[in-house]
């Protein structure tokens, strides 16, 4: 089986059937690799945009394609009907992330009607692996570049932002550090599960009395003496958190309490944060002068 991976280049523009705004797909670049990590074959092409007229000046900037050039470019469902042909029927589909693919999904969606990618039978996030051999925290995400400088790859002859190459130099990563074993863990077959997995758009809960909730969470226990302590102040949402106030009578001391419930697509993520209210500083100066009067 080969693996094949993918890079993608996209511009931010405005669709009017959707009345919002969508990453058009401007470029496409990726090398297949036996099963052994051996090179075999690149694909690279241009793709003519069709829902926006042209290219914001960050992206002409970060990627160095101009409006002529992507004008030159093939037609959508022209270029992946050619790079579908070209990776063949027994492959694992690769990329840095899954923003690539999630890209993928909605311009297949929006140019050709359909709500899932014709080719792919099987996909791995090479960034999700990478990052475990690393010792990576979840909670932080590296980019390519980053990466590639932890696994001491020489980066000065690759063409950053640029979708061939970013291919070529996520390819190079994986070779640092592939396990046949370590990695199989990572191929998931894109079922409906997959897809129901991948659309679904995380979002912070906003209501308290939703029973998704653990209300548990919400209590609050003092870290110095572990004892009970008062609600002073009613949960109030703001900012993707409900904050409240509590007060401990023993230790004397109040502090903000800040929860956030966050669904994602099998799970809820809680994140709970404290902070000492400190009282202002009494101006004793001026104390002493209100008590001679």
């Not at 959707?18 to 496409?28: A, P, S």
């Not at 690799?33 to 945009?49: G, M, Q, W």
């Not at 692996?129 to 570049?145: A, E």
């Not at 190079?172 to 409906?192: M, Q």
């Amino acid at each position: 089986m080969d693996f094949i991976i993918m890079d993608l280049e996209w511009n931010n523009t405005y669709a009017r059937k959707t009345k919002g705004f969508i990453n058009e797909i401007i470029e496409i670049g990726a090398v297949k690799l036996d099963e052994n990590l051996n090179f075999k074959d690149k694909f690279s092409c241009l793709v003519r945009p069709q829902i926006g007229k042209k290219l914001r000046g960050s992206v002409k900037e970060l990627t160095n394609i101009t409006n002529e050039e992507v004008r030159s470019g093939e037609p959508f469902t022209k270029v992946f009907s050619s790079f579908r042909r070209w990776i063949g029927s027994e492959c694992v589909l690769l990329t840095w992330g899954d923003g690539d693919i999630r890209v993928l999904i909605d311009n297949y969606k929006y140019l050709n009607g359909i709500n899932t990618v014709p080719f792919l039978s099987y996909y791995a996030d090479m960034q999700a692996y990478i990052q475990s051999v690393l010792g990576t925290p979840k909670s932080r995400q590296i980019g390519l570049s980053t990466a590639a400088q932890e696994l001491g790859i020489d980066e000065s002859s690759f063409s950053h932002h640029r979708a061939y190459d970013d291919s070529l130099l996520s390819a190079e990563c994986l070779k640092k550090v592939y396990s046949k074993d370590a990695f199989k863990p990572y191929i998931r077959e894109c079922n409906d599960e997959f897809y129901a997995r991948l659309t679904f758009k995380a979002h912070p809960i906003s209501n308290i009395h939703s029973p998704l909730i653990d209300k548990s969470v919400l209590d609050y226990k003092c870290e110095i003496c572990s004892g009970k302590c008062e609600q002073t102040k009613q949960w109030s949402y703001s900012n993707q958190y409900f904050r409240s106030k509590y007060y401990c009578p023993h230790c004397d001391r109040t502090v903000r309490v800040a929860v956030r419930f966050k669904q994602y697509y099998d799970r809820i993520d809680i994140r709970k944060t404290v902070s000492l209210v400190v009282p202002e500083p009494v101006d004793t100066e001026e104390t002493a002068q209100d008590s001679e009067k």
